[in-house]
């Protein structure tokens, strides 16, 4: 098994790594200190799984692109406060478990091979919370298709554009509009998602893909058959 350990605390880092290397099933153990060492690792490298510190605060909207990027390789969050919402956020981040704070080496290394292979594990407490949270995100996703049905086919392609993080005048010279008309669009899109600025209108795109492709797939799918 192949491991990355991500965390800005240097000392913590070697210390798992030195037990982690003296166990059969580990083949080797990397230890990096930010997202972008681990994109450039994970790129390079084959990695069975990858442990992140969320014990000294980490960017979930970093650790979503990670998960987004490498689907296929699971996250797990360590020294993650055993509490609902706090596990909820992460696995809506993209991490596929956790380990408490209070756990010792043994079930970290022993979560770490679960993970691996495709075997996860929950607390009843935290299990039941998760139930409850999946239920009322399915909930809430069934209001969506309302909101994406008030946005036109150009404003889905500038919100799209817009979650990739584009400028207004790169968003312009992509769709060919003007940087009037594509503030014209931006202003109604916040309006239509309930926003007040464009950062929360990536965050939502980011968080909810779907709002921005629905109706741009459905063209670029129609173009392709015709």
């Not at 970290?108 to 999946?134: H, K, N, W």
């Amino acid at each position: 098994m192949n491991i990355v350990i991500l965390t800005p605390v240097r000392i913590l880092g070697d210390g798992l790594a030195a037990c982690f290397s003296s166990r059969p099933n580990t083949t080797s153990v990397i230890v990096v200190n930010d997202i972008a060492t681990l994109g450039d690792i994970l790129v390079k490298t084959e990695i069975h799984v990858v442990l992140v510190d969320v014990s000294q605060g980490v960017d979930l909207y970093d650790i979503r692109a990670i998960a987004a990027e490498w689907s296929t390789v699971p996250l797990v969050a360590l020294g993650l406060p055993e509490q609902r919402q706090e596990v909820v956020k992460c696995g809506r981040a993209g991490f596929a478990s956790y380990v408490p704070r209070d756990a010792p080496i043994a079930v970290l290394y022993q979560t770490l091979l679960d993970v691996a292979d495709g075997r996860l594990a929950c607390p009843p407490e935290i299990s039941g919370g998760l139930l409850r949270a999946l239920f009322g995100r399915e909930v809430h996703t069934t209001k969506e298709p309302t909101l994406d049905s008030a946005l036109t086919r150009r404003e889905c392609e500038v919100l799209d554009l817009l979650g990739r993080g584009y400028s207004n005048k790169e968003i312009g010279g992509e769709l060919c509009l003007s940087v009037a008309t594509v503030k014209h669009h931006v202003h109604h899109i916040l309006e239509k998602l309930k926003l007040s600025r464009r950062t929360e209108a990536m965050r939502r795109v980011r968080d909810a893909p779907w709002l921005a492709r629905t109706r741009s797939t459905e063209k670029k799918t129609s173009e392709r058959q015709q």
